[in-house]
């Protein structure tokens, strides 16, 4: 099996926003997807852990893009491990569009957890190892997210369309939230970017999340979701170019 | 150009909920794309309509299957046009498993807009006549909704990510909105079911909508959402088998 994964996605028309540009949610969504295709095709997909009770957990993610594509664009995602250490390992993807031009790349770091317990369980010695591989990705690691000053603020519910498989609020769907948290203005821009989100908490059905963003400057976004003990579920920044 | 349209789609980890079946605003959002590709192919697709300042605005849909595909399956959708009239187009669907056994089948019914005056658009006479197909389609009409005694309400703001291309609440949107007004114990149920929608009214960037739903017999639900002015936006019922 090659240890670099590609998947190849056609953008929708129901998968652009009003500026006909695929949404950054719809993007991690393809992103997550590239993941567990690879991960699932070499024995350690999200349904392989469940059998042990296991799961994959994503920690940070961050993705540089010079833009986002239009509906009717094709998407080809590369993804590939770069390292594994005891409780974290590294996958990166590679975004190119249909016809081979790189347009961007991306960082994520995963937990693997005991799906009761819910404590961190040992990468090593599972067979992913052997698919370590070395490969450009010339941007940041995702780094310290400063908390944004809590100025304005709004809240949603977690609900059905919210939940993944474990019953919390899925990955792609904290991003959806920080989008519609944003104002439009921001949202509709569309010069290069980076996105880096760090998961901290858990969201379960039902439970209200506070939303909280600043300006921190002409450039940068900074989003934070809360919950209702006070506790930070994840931190937020998008960067413009 | 064949008559008939097939669209096949392999089902993610990030569009099911948390039974592993994908969810209904997903197979209405697959349904609409395979439309929309349909369409497009057949030189009448949205972008098209477009530099006439025309759109597609779907006024009715009834979808009926055996159940939810879960992640991992393949969902291939057919669709083709039934009927054409000054106003309206019907449009149906057939939805099969990757293997091509018959799951489910919906109708759809479509006006024609100029995007200026809102007003519809004669459908005679744009190429689309020579389209249409005779094919078996052994479900009944869109029909007439019941308004829901308005008994269990919540309400949600239209925000970015429900927009589609006109800036209005997408119509798969809609239906994950109505999903998320339900109970969660009947959004989890997998009989066979029939979903039937009357979208009667756009809604627009930072509206607030107002969701009812009843239960009106043990295997039947409806759900209606409204607008500010009391206007209703869409009419909805799920009925179980």
């Known amino acids: 099996m090659e240890k670099v994964g590609i998947h190849t996605v056609s953008i929708h028309p129901f998968e652009v926003d009003f500026k006909n540009r695929i949404t950054l949610p719809l993007i991690v969504n ?7 295709r690879h991960a699932n095709e070499r024995g ?13 957990v994503l920690s940070r993610l961050a993705i540089e893009l010079n833009g986002r594509p239009e509906c009717g664009e094709t998407l080809r995602i590369h993804t590939w491990i770069e390292g594994l250490m005891r409780s974290f390992t590294q996958r990166n993807f590679r975004f190119e569009t249909g016809e081979g031009e790189v347009i961007g790349y991306a960082r994520s770091i995963w937990a693997m957890i005991d799906t009761e317990t819910r404590h961190p369980v040992s990468l090593i010695g599972q067979g992913i190892e052997e698919y370590i591989h070395q490969m450009d990705c010339p941007i940041e690691k995702p780094g310290k ?4 000053e809590q100025t304005t603020q709004s809240s949603f519910d ?16 904290y ?10 203005e921001v949202m509709e821009r569309n010069s290069p970017f980076r996105f880096e989100i760090e998961y901290i908490e858990e969201c379960h059905y039902g439970e209200r999340i506070q939303t909280f963003w600043t300006q ?23 960067t413009f170019k």
């Open 216 to 238: 921190s400057t002409s450039d940068e976004y900074l989003v934070a979701l809360s919950k209702g003990d006070g506790k930070m579920a994840c931190k937020c920044k998008i």
């Open 44 to 56: 350690f997909g999200i349904q392989q852990l469940n059998e042990h009770n296991h799961t994959w």
């Open 30 to 36: 393809h992103l997550l997807n590239t993941a567990g």
């Open 175 to 184: 991003v959806e939230h920080i989008t519609d948290t944003l104002p439009i």
């Open 145 to 148: 997210i400063t908390l944004p």
């Open 158 to 173: 977690v609900t059905y369309s919210d939940l993944d498989i474990n019953k919390h609020l899925n990955s792609a769907k």
